[in-house]
């Protein structure tokens, strides 16, 4: 299967429920330019895939298709919230097993 870096960044946007001009306000780039990044027309300097990641919560080697996993970032969280959701995963992936 051929990785479309393209089609990782709509995907990522959508999930926020963000347009293009939105992401591109955020990233201070043009409409025009995210277009081209999710069209594979253009590929982002280190600089904008690194603001992307953030801005998505994600790391740039999932962007990048290197990582297939997800990140979920927990800073800001109290440490019982950080418990709570560690207890959680746990819970989910024992249920898997």
């Given amino acids: 299967m051929v990785y479309d870096f393209g089609y990782r ?4 946007r959508l999930s926020k429920q963000m347009t ?3 992401v591109a306000k955020r990233l201070n780039l043009s409409k ?10 253009k ?5 904008v ?6 801005l998505y919560g994600v790391t740039s080697d999932y962007i ?8 979920l970032v ?11 959701l560690k207890a959680l995963i746990n819970e989910f992936h024992q249920q898997i097993m």
Wanted: proline share 2%; aromatic share 2%; hydrophobic share 35%.
């Fill in 9 to 12: 960044l709509r995907e990522l």
């Fill in 20 to 22: 293009q001009a939105q």
């Fill in 32 to 41: 025009t330019t995210i277009s081209g990044y999710e069209n594979n027309i």
């Fill in 43 to 47: 590929t982002p300097s280190i600089d």
């Fill in 49 to 54: 895939l690194v603001r992307l990641a953030n």
């Fill in 64 to 71: 990048l298709g290197i990582e297939k996993k997800k990140v």
């Fill in 74 to 84: 927990i800073d800001g969280l109290t440490e019982n919230e950080e418990r709570i």
